[in-house]
């Protein structure tokens, strides 16, 4: 990997390209790990949006949380998590831009512990 490459994959810059994980089956199938994105969200624009943490892309729709994961050169999947799952620092920095409000995390845990 050359220095400009290098410089791209520590700011995550390099070109994002969005990929359904064909091992990723809709919620619940039985036997199956991974959860496919709900047909409502825009993979591609989630992608392009997100925040590069780790090895990981974090984004928001301002109501659900996602990640994403790199499976190939500039190639990558993604799925829904719970807001645990999201880095705090990320969460409070998006709630200071205003892509999402507490009280919609506070519904999503809501929903999720029922």
Do not use: F
């Amino acid at each position: 990997m050359d220095d400009a490459e290098q410089a791209q994959e520590a700011t995550g810059s390099r070109e994002l390209t969005y990929e359904p994980n064909p091992k990723h089956k809709p919620i619940p199938t039985p036997g199956r790990h991974g959860s496919i994105c709900p047909p409502h969200a825009d993979g591609p624009r989630l992608l392009a949006q997100s925040d590069l943490v780790g090895k990981k892309r974090y984004a928001t729709d301002g109501e659900s949380a996602y990640c994403a994961q790199q499976h190939g050169a500039g190639r990558w999947h993604g799925y829904p998590v719970d807001w645990d799952e999201v880095p705090p620092t990320l969460v409070q920095r998006w709630v200071a831009e205003d892509k999402v409000e507490r009280k919609e995390i506070r519904r999503a845990k809501r929903r999720r512990d029922r």
